[in-house]
C-alpha cells in the first residue's frame, strides 16, 4: 500500500504522470490547429479588411448615388487627356484646367466632382494632386495638377514644393523637353511682339470648346510695348521668328490615332528629343485608349492609383 518507486515517486503519481502525458499528446495537435487557424483567419481577415476598404466597388460606395454617374463621367473624360498620361507614367506633371470645360458652367457640380476627385488620390502612394485657383480669396478652383511624386523623385524634385516657374524646369516636369522649353520662350516672346498665332495647342477639341479656348487666348492677347533683345544667331527678330515658324514640329506630322485621346499639346521644335517625346506620347495614347475602352477601365485606373 505504501510502497515506494525507487526514486521516491509513489505508483499514484507514476499513473498521473503518464495520464497527463497521454493527454498532452492527444490535445497538442488539436492546440497547435487552433493556434494556426487563428493566426490564418487574422491573415485572411485582414487582407479581406484592405480589399473591401480599397476595393473599385468601396470606393464607389462612398460616393452618393446622385454624384456617382457625374463623377465617372467627368473622371474619364478627364483621363483622356494629359491626366491619363502622367498616371501611365508618361509625364511627371499634368494640368486639368477647368476655366475651359463645361464642368465650369456648374459651380456646385464642378465642386462635387473636385470633392470625390480628390478624396480617390489622398491615400495614394505614388500620385498626389494640387489645386490652382482663380483667386485665393474666394477657392473657386480653376484647374487641378495630377503630380507623379516618383517621377519627381528621379528629377531629384520635391513633389511638395512649389512649382519652379523657371521655363527649363517647367518643360521637363510637364514632359516637354528642356529645348522644347527654351523654344517656347523665344517662340511666344516673338510671336506676342508680331501679334501672330494664339500660342495655345489644343488639337481635336470638340467645336464650342474650340472657341471658348480661342476667345480667351485672344482676349488676355496683348502685344508687347517693347521688343525683346535680337538674337545675335540673327540679323533681326524677323529673320529669327522666319526660322522658328519653319523649325517648329508640325501636329499633322505626330497627332495620330486615336484621336478621341487628346494627347499633351505643346509647342515644340524639330529635333530628336522631340521625336523620342512624341513616340512616347503616342504609344501613351495607344495605352491610354485600350484602359479607357474596357468595361473595367475604372478597376484598372484604380489599380495604377494604389499601386506602390
Not at 473636385?114 to 489622398?122: A, G, P, R, T, V
Not at 505614388?126 to 477657392?139: A, E, K, P, T, V
Request: with cysteine; glycine share 6%; aromatic share 16%.
Amino acid at each position: 500500500m505504501g510502497s515506494m518507486v525507487g526514486n521516491g515517486i509513489s505508483e499514484r503519481g507514476v499513473g498521473n504522470f503518464f495520464q497527463r502525458g497521454i493527454l498532452n499528446t492527444l490535445f497538442l495537435p488539436w492546440v497547435i490547429w487552433f493556434i494556426l487557424g487563428a493566426l490564418f483567419f487574422c491573415i485572411f481577415y485582414q487582407g479581406w479588411f484592405k480589399y473591401l476598404s480599397f476595393s473599385p466597388q468601396s470606393k464607389l460606395a462612398t460616393i452618393p448615388p446622385e454624384d456617382r454617374a457625374l463623377f465617372l463621367e467627368e473622371f474619364r473624360d478627364v483621363l483622356r487627356s494629359d491626366f491619363g498620361f502622367t498616371l501611365l507614367g508618361v509625364k511627371p506633371l499634368s494640368l486639368e484646367e477647368f476655366g475651359i470645360t463645361d464642368l465650369n458652367k456648374d459651380p456646385k457640380k464642378k465642386q462635387r466632382f473636385i470633392h470625390w476627385l480628390k478624396s480617390l488620390f489622398d491615400n495614394s502612394p505614388r500620385f498626389s494632386i494640387r489645386f490652382l485657383y482663380f483667386n485665393d480669396r474666394d477657392g473657386d478652383v480653376y484647374g487641378v495638377y495630377l503630380i507623379d511624386r516618383q517621377a519627381f523623385k528621379e528629377l531629384h524634385e520635391d513633389p511638395d514644393a512649389p512649382f519652379d516657374c523657371g521655363a527649363e524646369k517647367i518643360g521637363m516636369l510637364f514632359g516637354y523637353g528642356k529645348e522644347n522649353a527654351q523654344f517656347f520662350v523665344r517662340f511666344a516672346d516673338l510671336n506676342s511682339c508680331f501679334r501672330k498665332k494664339p500660342v495655345v495647342r489644343k488639337p481635336h477639341l470638340f467645336d464650342p470648346i474650340r472657341e471658348r479656348v480661342e476667345k480667351r487666348y485672344h482676349a488676355a492677347y496683348v502685344p508687347f510695348t517693347i521688343e525683346p533683345p535680337i538674337n545675335p544667331q540673327f540679323t533681326s527678330l524677323e529673320e529669327e521668328w522666319k526660322w522658328m515658324v519653319q523649325n517648329e514640329h508640325p501636329y499633322e506630322e505626330w497627332d495620330k490615332l486615336p484621336f478621341w485621346i487628346s494627347k499633351p499639346a505643346f509647342v515644340s521644335k524639330k529635333s530628336e528629343e522631340t521625336d523620342k517625346i512624341l513616340k512616347n506620347f503616342n504609344n501613351g495614347a495607344t495605352q491610354l485608349g485600350a484602359i479607357l475602352h474596357d468595361d473595367c477601365w475604372f478597376e484598372r485606373v484604380l489599380e495604377i492609383i494604389e499601386a506602390k
